[in-house]
């Protein structure tokens, strides 16, 4: 020991004393009050290491001396514990308040990677089983939550978490305990703790498991936010699976099975199989959900369509485009009843081989102009004869626009504009192809394009692309047109 560490051992053990004497008198009252401040000291020490995130460190105290050992995950970390410790019971130092000093002897500090987001999940099976994968910030809270989901399923967990720099400030493995507590009571599902986001999903067959892990989740207190999505028993699927369409679950009758059939067959462009069976249920007119719903999902590339009845009603997941969902959000807001709609759908985006030689980095407006200009001579928004309501057969069209939308620089502006032929009054027609034009902005925005950076103008018959003396110049001048600007916000 060095002279400095002999003088600071002896420096504690005096201050310990000199508090003691001054608090109490009598011998065995120094001793009871001594030892009450040393378990003080060393629980504030504690309590301070975990707080900070450093559970990895092991704290021994010799009076008011700290000594930290552990393995470090890095300088950053050995740091911030030192510190920790020292400023638990005070601003630290002999002068300053409780612990005096703190001595390291650390291991030799590991490189670990950083990793944004903080990802952890705990996935359970319909076994029972628990697999861990994901990210942990040392190898005490890792083995501490192996442990935990060993015990709550009876079985050893499949720990496959990788140790990384990055998690949150806060309890973080409080959290992901949490998390695995209420995933105990469903029948299959994850938690899934994104750094403050903590995600649970998963199938509760039993109503009161579902009700109580929902809440659970719901209340989490800050600065965790918790996110329930639990599902109930299924009454009838439609899941996408390698190429086919498959359908299952119950019926009401045979007609209504082969209908739901039909409509798959419709839709989809590949094969279909029917798993349904016929049987009564005290659940009336689902089937409306399945007629307004089926024909869009058939067109996912891929997920599952279910009907919960004690869940979330008609929930839709997977992926597709951008107008396929937008088409389905509409058509079921139709949908009549008490069932609920739930849509988690992935947004795809759709090829572009029109501007596949198109150089975006060059000259950000002239390629962004030239890409709604090669997109839209080689497709059109079409509307519904007189009015200014998108055909659904626009959808591919919208699904380009899209994509070019999101292509384009973002300090840029875009002007819709709608043209028509000269049929008909000239008034009514700037008129029509102004709401024409809002239309496609409506459009644009309600899938979440910036209503600020878009401009509608209605230009009626006065910018003829070409002669409108023939049907097919008059076709052509009824469209819509897209003007890349400069955005000033």
Same mark, same amino acid.
């Given at each position: ?17 000199? *508090? ?13 009050? $001594? ?110 939550? /192996? ?16 140790? &990384? ?47 109580? $892990? ?6 989490? %207190? ?41 409509? @798959?067959?419709?839709? !989809?462009? =590949? ?39 004690? =869940? ?38 759709? /090829? ?27 497709? &059109? ?25 999101? !292509?384009?620089?973002?300090? *840029?502006? !875009? ?17 029509? %192809? ?6 496609? @902005? ?48």
């Amino acid at each position: 020991m060095s002279a400095y560490d002999t003088m600071i051992a002896g420096l504690s053990g005096a201050g310990l004393a000199l *508090l003691g004497i001054i608090t109490v008198h009598g011998t065995s009252e120094y001793h009871l009050n $001594a030892e009450q401040m040393y378990g003080a000291l060393q629980g504030s020490a504690e309590t301070a290491l975990e707080e900070a995130g450093q559970s990895w460190a092991t704290l021994e105290l010799n009076g008011q001396r700290a000594i930290l050992s552990g393995a470090p995950p890095s300088v950053e970390a050995a740091e911030a514990a030192r510190v920790a410790v020292l400023e638990s019971s005070g601003k630290g130092g002999i002068l300053q308040g409780g612990i005096w000093s703190v001595e390291t002897q650390f291991d030799e500090i590991r490189s670990m990677p950083t990793v944004s987001p903080y990802i952890w999940r705990a996935i359970k099976s319909p076994d029972g089983a628990m697999i861990l994968v994901g990210s942990a910030p040392d190898a005490e809270a890792k083995d501490a939550l /192996a442990a935990y989901a060993a015990n709550l399923s009876g079985q050893a967990a499949d720990d496959r978490v990788q140790l &990384a720099l990055g998690v949150p400030e806060g309890d973080w493995a409080a959290t992901a305990r949490f998390g695995m507590d209420q995933l105990a009571l469903l029948d299959s599902g994850e938690a899934r703790l994104t750094d403050y986001e903590l995600r649970l999903s998963g199938i509760a067959m039993q109503d009161t498991a579902r009700i109580q $892990a929902t809440a659970s989740v719901a209340n989490l %207190s800050d600065p965790w936010r918790g996110v329930p999505d639990i599902d109930g028993p299924s009454l009838w699927k439609a899941e996408h699976v390698d190429g086919t369409l498959v359908l299952s679950g119950s019926c009401e009758t045979l007609e209504e099975r082969a209908e739901i059939a039909e409509i @798959a067959a419709t839709y !989809f462009d =590949g094969p279909v199989v029917d798993q349904m069976t016929v049987s009564s249920s005290e659940y009336e007119q689902w089937i409306q959900g399945v007629r307004l719903g089926l024909p869009h999902f058939s067109q996912f590339e891929s997920g599952e369509m279910e009907f919960q009845p004690e =869940g979330q009603g008609f929930k839709f997941e997977g992926e597709a485009t951008s107008s396929t969902l937008q088409f389905l959000r509409e058509d079921m807001a139709e949908l009549e009843g008490d069932y609920a709609v739930a849509i988690a759908a992935e947004t795809v985006t759709i /090829a572009l081989d029109e501007i596949s030689e198109v150089e975006l980095s060059e000259d950000p407006l002239e390629a962004c102009q030239t890409s709604f200009d090669l997109i839209m001579d080689a497709n &059109a928004v079409v509307f519904n004869r007189g009015s200014a309501e998108i055909s659904r057969e626009s959808g591919v069209t919208l699904d380009k626009i899209m994509a070019v939308s999101a !292509f384009c620089a973002d300090t *840029l502006q !875009f002007e819709v504009g709608g043209h028509t032929d000269n049929s008909g009054d000239r008034t009514a027609n700037v008129t029509l %192809s102004e709401a024409r034009a809002q239309a496609v @902005a409506n459009y644009m925005a309600a899938t979440g394009f910036d209503t600020a950076r878009l401009i509608v103008q209605g230009y009626g018959p006065d910018q003829p692309k070409l002669d409108n003396a023939t049907p097919e110049g008059r076709a052509a001048n009824r469209r819509i047109e897209f003007k890349v600007q400069e955005w000033n916000e």
